[in-house]
């Protein structure tokens, strides 16, 4: 079994970001710039963001970071939005999500504008990315795409099983795998919450995305030798043992499934610096778009 390591690989892409962050620094071009919006205090996306602008830093771009009180109405959040659309310092924002139940979330994605969208959650973003346009993809399972092409895993003809269909994650990443594309050519299945007999497809998966927001669901019964295990998960579980009084669990019983799987991804230091790291990808891609304007 060989643990996809995230940590590592992000670091490697953070490295390329630095060297062109440099590159464009010698060539006076943009320093790109990333703002992130946070409403409210949900501690788990404050960590986030902080380490989105952490990262931001250590590859030598601007950031911003807008903090809103969690009773900010949707009108002046739109407001906000609106500023950083007009502000060509900003290359590109995220709303980090999810938001007070006050806000229409739908409303604030269609607010950013999409040559901003380095989340890639903008439905032009999102019906470019289903065409085979250039688009920004969704950091998560762009994240996934790269672990799987840097670890040269075989996805053309395999049969990969998402299970979870959310729009940031298992949607996208289900259009992804079945594209003509480097990484892709699978035949892909997408299994959620009202799917029968899970345990059946999950057995016939070649690689498995578990994606799901269950932690620990998927166990070693349900997988078959040799399996690619991507684990999206990271939920806090209570564990007095900790002395933040919480662990991080990923969506697959790690134990049981690594001892039948080729590769699989740790949670924490699996999916999650991925994501960060595609972040700025997706960030210096938008300021690289403006060069030629
Ligand atoms: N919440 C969980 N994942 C994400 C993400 O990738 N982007 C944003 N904006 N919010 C999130």
Request: with cysteine; proline share 5%; hydrophobic share 40%.
């Amino acid at each position: 079994m060989i643990l996809l390591d995230g940590k590592t690989t992000s670091n490697q892409i953070k490295e390329e970001i630095a060297q062109a962050v440099q590159q464009r620094k010698t060539e006076s071009k943009k320093i790109p710039h990333l703002a992130a919006v946070l409403v409210g205090n949900d501690g788990a996306s404050m960590t986030y963001v902080n380490s989105k602008v952490k990262s931001c830093e250590r590859v030598g771009f601007k950031s911003t970071l807008i903090r809103l009180d969690a009773e900010t109405s949707e009108e002046t959040l739109l407001q906000e939005i609106e500023k950083l659309n007009t502000d060509d310092d900003i290359d590109g924002f995220i709303v980090q999500l999810p938001l007070p139940t006050h806000i229409d979330e739908q409303k604030i994605i269609m607010a950013v504008h999409p040559d901003k969208d380095v989340d890639g959650f903008h439905p032009i973003n999102v019906g470019r990315m289903t065409l085979d346009l250039p688009a920004f993809l969704s950091a998560t399972p762009f994240g996934i795409l790269e672990l799987l092409e840097r670890y040269n895993i075989e996805t053309s003809g395999k049969h990969a099983v998402i299970i979870g269909r959310s729009h940031i994650v298992g949607r996208p990443m289900s259009i992804l795998l079945s594209q003509k594309r480097p990484v892709g050519n699978a035949t892909v299945t997408v299994a959620h919450s009202r799917t029968k007999n899970l345990k059946e497809i999950t057995l016939q998966a070649d690689i498995i995305i578990a994606a799901l927001g269950i932690p620990e669901f998927l166990t070693g019964d349900m997988v078959k030798d040799g399996v690619v295990i991507i684990d999206v998960g990271i939920t806090r579980v209570e564990d007095s043992s900790k002395p933040r009084g919480y662990r991080l669990a990923g969506d697959v019983h790690f134990e049981s499934v690594s001892k039948k799987a080729s590769y699989i991804t740790p949670v924490p230091g699996g999916v999650g610096p991925m994501t960060i790291a595609m972040l700025l990808k997706n960030t210096l891609l938008a300021c690289q778009n403006k060069d030629n304007t």
